[in-house]
């Protein structure tokens, strides 16, 4: 293999506190708020019992970090899952890391016995290759909120149910 390096995906460490908080702001379409909000989940998963319900997952290319995801159970329910982040590292983009990212976040939803992912994202036009994402990938889109996050910025639901 001659210094060939494997990818892979992982749960992350405190060590990857920094790589993920980079990449988030590096993405283009998170705001600050939203990178604090990355860190504030992360380090609950870290240092709360049970995660503080939210579990992390991180793509390691090369010895970096190239993506991450958050998913957590959505209190109150039976089996259904929020997908809190997904992000991929701009300049490795567009080489199946987001869909090998959310196929795990997938797996391990259902071996936790969920019966159902719930994605909210934005309508507006940077998200446009977001919500396409998710539609490639099987997500339905089930509702539009009209200005949510702001005026002119709807929430977009999809959902995608498991069989058991």
């Known amino acids: 293999m001659g210094g060939r390096h494997v990818a892979e ?25 939203e990178v604090a909000t990355v860190q504030e989940l992360f380090e609950a998963y870290l240092h709360q019992p049970g995660h503080g319900g939210y579990f992390f ?18 209190a109150l329910t039976q089996g259904t899952y929020d997908l809190y982040w997904i992000a991929v590292d701009p300049e490795a983009q567009a080489r199946g890391i987001g869909g090998a990212l959310l196929a795990r976040v997938e797996a391990e939803v259902q071996a936790r016995g969920g019966r159902m992912l719930m994605v909210e994202t934005s309508g507006r036009p940077d998200y446009d290759r977001t919500r396409r994402f998710y539609e490639r990938q099987g997500y339905s889109r089930v509702a539009t909120i009209d200005d949510f996050y702001a005026p002119g910025d709807d929430l977009v639901i999809y959902r995608k149910r498991f069989e058991h």
Do not use: H, N
């Open 9 to 33: 995906i992982t749960a992350p460490g405190a060590a990857d506190l920094a790589a993920i908080l980079d990449l988030s702001a590096r993405t283009g379409v998170f705001s600050k708020e």
């Open 57 to 74: 997952l991180a793509y390691r290319g090369k010895g970096q970090v190239l993506g991450f995801a958050c998913y957590g159970p959505v």
